[in-house]
């Protein structure tokens, strides 16, 4: 069964980081392309950038340019995501997804995780 978990959120004071990471099973994950998503109470999932298979990158927040990077463990089939000079408005829940990377949105999800809660907070 194909699966993706998150794992590597938590509390972080404000300028600090996290490495989120997102773990594939049933199927090998460097064939895919992959989405970082988050979500807010109450709001729309909203996708942050995706990770193509050859590995290009594109970011669908402004916000999180210089701040997010993204990257692969081909032998651990796992995505990671860093996450540095945090701040209160990247607390959400951040899931990741196979995906479609389009130019101005992500699209073709399936594989969805639970979800890792993301708190910014001194």
């Known amino acids: 069964q194909e699966q993706l978990v998150e794992s590597g959120g938590g509390l972080v004071q404000p300028g600090g980081s996290l490495r989120l990471s997102c773990a594939a099973s049933?199927?090998?994950?460097?064939?895919?392309?992959i989405g970082w998503f988050r979500q807010a109470p109450g709001k729309e999932r909203e996708g942050v950038l995706c990770?193509?298979?050859?590995?290009?990158?594109?970011y669908y927040i402004d916000s999180v340019k210089g701040r997010f990077t993204v990257s692969r463990d081909n032998a651990q089939n796992t995505v990671y995501l860093e996450m540095n000079n945090l701040k209160p408005d990247d607390t959400y829940v951040y899931y990741c997804?196979?995906?479609?990377?389009?130019?101005?949105?992500?699209?073709?999800?399936?594989?969805w995780g639970e979800g890792t809660l993301v708190t910014v907070s001194s």
């Open positions: 990770i193509s298979s050859t590995d290009e990158v594109t």
């Open positions: 997804a196979a995906a479609l990377c389009g130019g101005y949105d992500m699209y073709g999800m399936k594989y």
């Open positions: 049933g199927f090998t994950l460097k064939y895919y392309a």
